[in-house]
């Protein structure tokens, strides 16, 4: 006899208050049941209806209710718990269980060896270079010590970054001159102030307010981050580079703590889903994201073209300036040189 069949019968023998008392027990047991074991909360900063919210963070999130049969769930924060920043330490002082951002955010020397998947030329599709930037960084720079105090569950890179601005077309190396331009910080900062432009930081979120505002020229961006963040009708010029003029590496880290109250069976489940499956994921959402961009800002008048000759020649001197300086100032024990060039192995890129 089930159990709903014993508290039927039951009831019956105790009239009609009775089975309705055991009936609302029997309810009250099988919610209890169905409840997650462990509630997990994660801060999001990317507008909500950001593709790679859209696309990957939530679907992911999802599917860990589902692999762990519902014994863990994930509820994706509609506003952040903080600046995007500091959703880094977010995560590691417990302040949100899950947390995903820029390592070039945090403006100081922790996330170095990350840079390897912040150079120019890396690749031009995000899934093979967010991969590749999962493998090495993993396996060549000890990327787990660098995020000491979580537990890393996703490391990835966007689509190939290119150079916006609403002053001139980039027909040669001096035109760069003097163009204030927003930079996610990192690499790419060098590489603009190599270039003659001059760096400003901020998160992607203050770029339409100082576009719009005249107290920046362009930003250095993805094709989808132009339509994602409402900022076609203040670009007039955007140049494209062969495996990207720079890229940017990104975390999805949880709490320590958290993941180590996670029975060893769930976390299983949940690293099935994490890692290289989603690097493989969100690169998908990013250049779905990317392909359909493209068509907005064509129809929105954007010039888009291919960096010349003489303008690649000078970023290729830059870049290959700037990785030598960062490799060079690696601690004992990594070679960032050979982890730069297998990373380009493994894209396919041919500098």
């Given at each position: 006899m089930t159990g709903l069949n014993r508290l039927t019968t039951l009831g019956a023998m105790?009239?009609?208050?009775?089975?309705?008392?055991?009936?609302?027990?029997?309810?009250?047991?099988?919610?209890?049941?169905?409840?997650?074991?462990?509630?997990?909360?994660?801060?999001?900063?990317?507008p909500p209806r950001h593709p790679v919210v859209l696309n990957a963070i939530k679907p992911w999130a999802k599917e860990i209710e589902e692999v762990t049969e519902g014994r863990v769930s994930v509820r994706v924060l509609g506003k952040p718990l903080g600046s995007p920043p500091a959703h880094f330490d977010m995560a590691r002082d417990d302040v949100a269980d899950i947390t995903y951002g820029l390592h070039s955010f945090s403006q100081d020397d922790r996330f170095t060896k990350a840079e390897v998947g912040q150079f120019s030329f890396l690749g031009d599709d995000a899934i093979e270079t967010s991969k590749a930037f999962y493998t090495v960084y993993t396996e060549d720079l000890d990327a787990e010590k660098d995020h000491e105090g979580t537990k890393l569950l996703g490391l990835f890179v966007h689509g190939p970054g290119l150079f916006h601005n609403n002053q001139r077309k980039i027909e040669t190396p001096e035109d760069f001159a003097g163009l204030k331009i927003r930079v996610p910080g990192g690499y790419v900062a060098s590489l603009m102030d190599s270039l003659g432009a001059t760096p400003l930081f901020m998160s992607s979120t203050e770029v339409y307010e100082k576009l719009s505002r005249g107290v920046i020229d362009g930003a250095t961006f993805t094709y989808e981050a132009l339509t994602a963040f409402n900022l076609t009708d203040d670009v007039k010029f955007s140049m494209t580079v062969p495996g990207g003029i720079y890229n940017t590496s990104w975390f999805l880290v949880m709490n320590q703590g958290k993941w180590d109250s996670i029975s060893a069976e769930d976390q299983a489940a949940i690293e099935s889903i994490s890692g290289l499956a989603f690097a493989e994921r969100v690169g998908q959402a990013w250049i779905d994201a990317d392909s359909a961009a493209v068509a907005e800002i064509e129809e929105a008048g954007i010039s888009l073209d291919a960096a010349p000759e003489s303008v690649l020649e000078a970023l290729k001197a830059s870049a290959g300036a700037l990785e030598n300086d960062w490799a060079d100032s690696l601690p004992e024990g990594y070679d960032g040189a050979a982890a730069i060039a297998r990373l380009r192995e493994i894209t396919g890129v041919d500098q």
């Open positions: 105790l009239g009609t208050t009775g089975g309705a008392v055991m009936a609302g027990l029997f309810a009250a047991s099988l919610s209890g049941s169905l409840k997650a074991d462990t509630d997990l909360v994660l801060s999001s900063w990317l």
